[in-house]
């Protein structure tokens, strides 16, 4: 069975500076895909960034990148230059492709932007 | 944009009442999915739908049900509320292949007395 791990439930940032979420996965498939998704206060889950097991270089959106360590099992999300808007819980989740439309989550960490 | 609409954002319900959960998406996607959200759990997959009327059970079905009659809209159905339902419902969507990313709606948060 496929398990994501956010050890954060929550964490303070500064405004203006950038922050690491952490995620580790565990998963024996050499095939899977990384999602991260933000959900603000509103409830509306919004797509981040996502990164493919093959993919040769780390995905970057915007000021999201993702810190992609395969060896380690790890797909941490670094935000740049937090805003005040970035505040909102964020979600790692993972869906290996041998499981169909099955989408894993980990528990979430709630973020504060402090201005 | 995809547009995934679900129809009560707050519910409040008696224990074993019938509850429905609909859910409307706009860009004709194959798949939609029902997940619920409780603090510290994150999301959990309860039902998905990858055509009509057909159906597949995620990780936590138990207790619930649901129903895709047409592409467009997927519900979720709790034959017979419980408090332990009180939760955050969220529907998602998403189109076919293998690694596109889910589209969600704005969740529903049912409270069961």
């Known amino acids: 069975a496929q398990k994501i791990t956010q050890t954060q439930p929550g964490m303070f940032v500064q405004e203006k500076e950038a922050v690491t979420l952490d995620c580790t996965y565990d998963?024996?498939?050499?095939?899977?895909?990384l999602f991260w998704y933000k959900q603000p206060s509103s409830g509306e889950m919004i797509f981040l960034i996502y990164?493919?097991?093959?993919?040769?270089q780390n995905a970057t959106e915007g000021r999201y990148s993702l810190n992609f360590q395969k060896a380690r099992k790890s797909a941490n999300l670094v935000i740049s230059a937090s805003q005040l808007g970035d505040s909102a819980m964020y979600f790692c989740?993972?869906?290996?492709?041998?499981?169909?439309?099955?989408?894993?989550f980990g528990g979430g960490t709630r973020l504060m932007v402090k201005p | 944009d995809v547009k995934v609409t679900q129809s009560s954002r707050y519910l409040v319900k008696r224990t074993g009442e019938k509850v429905f959960l609909e859910c409307v998406q706009d860009?004709?996607?194959?798949?939609m999915f029902w997940y619920r959200q409780d603090p510290g759990l994150g999301l959990r997959l309860i039902y998905f739908?990858?055509?009509?009327?057909?159906?597949e059970k995620g990780d936590i079905p138990e207790g619930y049900s649901v129903s895709r009659e047409k592409k467009e809209r997927f519900s979720l159905i709790l034959e017979s509320a419980s408090t332990n339902q009180t939760s955050m419902y969220l529907c998602?969507?998403?189109?076919?292949?293998?690694?596109?990313?889910?589209?969600f709606g704005e969740g529903s948060r049912l409270t069961v007395l």
């Open positions: 998602a969507s998403r189109a076919g292949g293998l690694f596109g990313e889910l589209f």
């Open positions: 998963t024996s498939d050499p095939s899977y895909g």
């Open positions: 990164q493919g097991s093959y993919d040769q």
């Open positions: 989740a993972m869906r290996p492709p041998n499981a169909g439309n099955m989408l894993t």
């Open positions: 860009m004709d996607h194959e798949n």
């Open positions: 739908s990858y055509d009509v009327k057909m159906k």
